[in-house]
């Protein structure tokens, strides 16, 4: 997510730092999504479903993007953001992602994006807002998100396999406690993933009060480029889809004999 507003040029470095961060998820995500798109027109087939080195780069990006987001509201948090400038940009990522879903059905009508990273981000980020103040408990609260999964498809194989049927469906699949994931284009449910971005907060609260420099350092020169492409990061994010896919189509009927 972009960075709040800068307050003088310590500010301006500390975000140039997280943007560097988003930026460098972003170029990572562009490269694992255009692979994507040439898997899906048949230019280059993959098994992104199950090949492990595609899974585990997913896990890795979406676990950059989370803990960026959690780093960022603890920016937000000490600097004493309010709730009017953290609504705003909320309701920006709600919107989009209610595009992303329509989007995604256009494209793919049976395995539509309907609970991805940014719907789920947007729950994320108010249940982490909101738990700013536990401290050092957000350490193990993010572990026990981290967990539950696992557990709960252990007890929705065995002792609980009677409500299986409930977790599975899509009105409560959304939670991540499954004893199988749902076939769905992006899915990235509140658990385990909210205890990433509640790693990102406790990080980030730490840092800020005893490794400020950590965070709020100058930004090497040869990562400006990333800090750039990280203040626009949802922006971006929309957009590149459309573009790759707009463009490989467009190959795809320039190429025809």
């Avoid at 997280?18 to 460098?24: I, N, T």
């Avoid at 994006?113 to 982490?128: D, E, K, T, W």
């Avoid at 459309?242 to 190959?251: D, E, S, V, Y």
Wanted: glycine content about 12%; hydrophobic content about 55%.
């Amino acid at each position: 997510m972009p960075a709040f507003s800068r307050h003088g040029a310590r500010a301006a470095a500390r975000y140039d730092l997280l943007d560097a961060w988003r930026g460098l998820a972003m170029l990572w995500m562009t490269v694992f999504h255009f692979c994507f798109d040439l898997s899906h027109f048949g230019y280059w087939p993959q098994d992104f479903r199950a090949d492990p080195f595609w899974t585990v780069q997913r896990t890795l990006i979406v676990s950059l993007f989370l803990l960026c987001a959690g780093l960022g509201q603890a920016v937000a948090w000490q600097q004493g953001v309010g709730w009017g400038r953290f609504l705003r940009r909320w309701g920006r990522i709600v919107g989009c992602a209610l595009l992303v879903t329509a989007g995604s059905y256009a494209m793919f009508p049976r395995s539509f994006i309907y609970f991805g990273v940014l719907h789920g981000m947007a729950l994320m980020l108010l249940v982490v807002r909101l738990t700013a103040g536990w401290g050092r408990w957000l350490w193990l609260a993010g572990l026990l998100a981290v967990a539950s999964p696992w557990l709960a498809a252990w007890a929705l194989e065995g002792p609980l396999a009677g409500w299986a049927g409930y977790f599975n469906g899509r009105a409560l699949n959304w939670l991540g406690w499954v004893s199988r994931k749902p076939f769905t284009e992006d899915y990235v449910p509140v658990f385990p993933w909210i205890g990433v971005m509640w790693w990102g907060m406790a990080c980030g609260q730490w840092l800020l009060a005893r490794r400020a420099p950590w965070i709020a350092g100058p930004l090497p020169r040869a990562a400006a480029p990333l800090a750039a492409l990280g203040r626009y990061s949802l922006g971006y994010y929309m957009l590149h889809q459309p573009i790759m896919i707009g463009a490989l189509m467009l190959w795809g009927w320039l190429a025809r004999p």
